[in-house]
């Protein structure tokens, strides 16, 4: 197969390049922002005016600044909606199937219960809304042969998160805040990246046609970022005390939904995808961090 990955530089990107060497039979072509930018329409019509009969396009890539987004609307929704209008058009041009990565942050937030994929979103903030977009404009295109995986809390080796700026502050401080009143489940990107080539070399990918649909994946379990804290602090022995704080108290540009913890069943069982504990996987990334 030939297969696109957008974002190379990025978590997802980056975690879907050190696994492709498993896959050698297969060509994947990775493009970063110099190669493919998003951000301008006629870089990708060029793009695909000169590369093209891919079997399938992973779009990694996206304008990820939650709080930056904010102010640059604009930039967000060329990147994270047009271009994936974009990408989905070329895809369907050419027969190219399509893995388009979203967010668990299309949805408010106020849910008591875990988010199933068919649950209506309502996005609170900018980021949120451009991603929302970017979903629903591959639905509306690609009406077959598309994949949508919302994901959440992503954490890996790579760039920058959570993750990394705890075993930072970790290192420098004896105390710090972290919210305890947003709930979530972590996502390790190395596992994420592992379940899409998992998806797109499975047999009902692989059927010539099938219909769009909405995935959700995350590591299992759910916890709050100061909870995710601790146990960063705990796997990687340090000795910082968490105190929890709410989310007033610590006001940021982008209100941030509250519980956005995903339903992972459908996934699970459409594909036969085995998901591990977040806090399993937390272990394995700080064992490629140190
Ligand atoms: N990170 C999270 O916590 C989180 C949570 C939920 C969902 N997601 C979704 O998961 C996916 C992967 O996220 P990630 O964590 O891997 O994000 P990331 O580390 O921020 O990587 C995003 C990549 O997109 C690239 N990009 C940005 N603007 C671009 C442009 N104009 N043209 C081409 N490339 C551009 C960036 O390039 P540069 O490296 O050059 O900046 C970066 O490499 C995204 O769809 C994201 O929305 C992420």
Redesign the pocket.
């Known amino acids: 197969m030939k297969i696109l990955v957008?974002?190379k530089?990025?978590?997802?990107?980056r975690s879907i390049q050190k696994l492709i060497s498993n896959y050698d039979h297969h060509e994947f072509t990775l493009t970063?922002?110099e190669e493919?930018?998003?951000?301008s329409s006629e870089s990708i019509s060029k793009y695909f005016d000169t590369h093209s009969h891919f079997d399938v396009i992973i779009n990694?890539?996206?304008?990820?600044a939650v709080d930056r987004a904010e102010d640059e609307i604009d930039l967000a929704n060329r990147?994270n909606h047009l271009a994936v209008k974009k990408l989905a058009e070329f895809a369907n041009l050419q027969n190219t199937k399509l893995i388009h990565?979203?967010?668990?942050?299309v949805f408010d937030g106020k849910s008591e219960s875990l988010y199933l994929e068919n649950d209506t979103p309502n996005p609170v903030n900018v980021y949120g809304k451009t991603?929302l977009l970017g979903e629903e404009t591959v639905l509306e295109i690609m009406s077959n042969n598309a994949i949508v995986i919302r994901?959440?809390?992503?954490f890996s080796e790579f760039?920058n998160?959570f993750v990394k700026t705890m075993l930072r502050l970790g290192n420098e401080k004896n105390e710090i805040n972290v919210v305890s009143d947003q709930i979530g489940s972590p996502t390790y990107?190395s596992d994420l990246a592992k379940a899409i080539l998992h998806i797109i070399f499975s047999d009902k990918f692989k059927k010539k046609s099938f219909p769009t649909e909405i995935f959700h994946y995350s590591n299992l379990g759910e916890t709050s970022w100061s909870d995710f804290a601790k146990e960063i602090f705990k796997l990687a022995n340090l000795n910082c005390n968490v105190s929890p704080i709410s989310t007033d108290q610590y006001p940021t540009p982008a209100i941030r939904p509250q519980n956005t913890t995903l339903s992972k069943e459908k996934i699970k069982n459409h594909f036969s995808l085995k998901i591990p504990l977040w806090q399993k996987s937390l272990k394995e990334c700080l064992k490629e961090i140190t």
């Open positions: 957008t974002g530089n990025g978590q997802l990107g970063g922002r493919l930018d998003l951000s990694c890539a996206a304008y990820t990147i990565i979203s967010t668990d942050y991603k994901t959440s809390w992503v760039g998160n990107a």
